[in-house]
């Protein structure tokens, strides 16, 4: 039985058996939308979001969705009940820039320092991201690794991690200042899809382009760039056909990878809106 547990939250993307298989315990994010807060579980989906923020004065930017952590007392009680068990714990959360569950993870560590160890890390990702170092802590927690040495696999492989998505929902980047109001509503008007590249765990908006047929090219070009791929997942949110062109362009030119399609979870899609299309690829330490 492995030494140390693994703990992340609801932004990863992961086969629900692997979770039950590694014990992985899953904190859930809140999400606001308007002056209502959501669990974000197995209840809890995209397209619920996305129906009722648009039941919301969508022109107020105020009412988009927010990732809010869980309260203090729920990741406090995760820990404590992981503890019954180990008091080692290597807690692997989204991105810090797009969530504040990793901070709330720490703070909440800190309150447990002297009773466990607990080693929160940064992503720097979310979803499928999220889930191949979820995915890389807890095989190496069931071959018997420390929390400093999980922590030394996952440091190495974070930078390893790339996101390339297409998004036309372009009001859900105004927030955050990555476009502004006119260029949202230009944009939406126009059909325009704009393409994002996920930096130190950053979503930076980096080119538009107005056909699905265009996103798919340059989805494939931006796979197919890297020597050498371990993982690729492929994330389709109401994209329908689109995203079948894509995983069969990729299978042509990647026939020896196994290419793993996944939903992304809400607390993305609070950043993203729904229409999305993208890849994530983790190339591996070599």
Do not use: C
Not at 208 to 229: D, H
């Amino acid at each position: 039985m492995a030494t140390v547990r693994i703990v992340t939250d609801s932004g990863v993307a992961l086969p629900p058996d692997f979770i039950r298989e590694h014990r992985i315990e899953v904190i859930p994010h809140r999400i606001r939308i308007g002056s209502a807060i959501y669990a974000e579980d197995d209840s809890f989906s995209v397209e619920e979001l996305l129906e009722k923020y648009r039941a919301l004065d969508r022109s107020d930017v105020t009412m988009l969705p927010t990732v809010l952590a869980a309260d203090i007392n729920t990741i406090l009680d995760t820990y404590q009940e992981v503890g019954k068990e180990t008091e080692q714990i290597v807690s692997i959360h989204m991105s810090g820039e797009l969530s504040p569950m990793w901070q709330q993870a720490r703070n909440a560590a800190e309150m447990m320092r002297g009773r466990y160890t607990i080693r929160v890390m940064d992503g720097l990702s979310a979803a499928y991201g999220q889930g191949v170092l979820v995915r890389l802590a807890a095989e190496a927690a069931a071959d018997g690794a420390t929390v400093h040495e999980i922590a030394r696999v996952l440091n190495g492989a974070i930078p390893h991690l790339y996101a390339s998505i297409f998004s036309e929902s372009l009001h859900f980047l105004e927030r955050g200042t990555q476009v502004s109001a006119s260029q949202s509503m230009l944009g939406t008007m126009l059909g325009i899809k704009a393409m994002l590249m996920m930096e130190e765990g950053h979503i930076i908006p980096l080119e538009k382009v107005q056909t699905r047929e265009e996103v798919v090219e340059k989805l494939v070009e931006f796979v197919t760039e890297f020597a050498s791929i371990e993982k690729l997942g492929v994330m389709e949110q109401a994209y329908g056909d689109a995203e079948n062109d894509l995983v069969e362009r990729l299978a042509e030119s990647l026939p020896e990878l196994d290419i793993e399609r996944f939903a992304y979870p809400p607390s993305l899609a609070a950043h993203l809106g729904g229409n999305v299309l993208g890849v994530m690829v983790y190339e591996g330490t070599y």
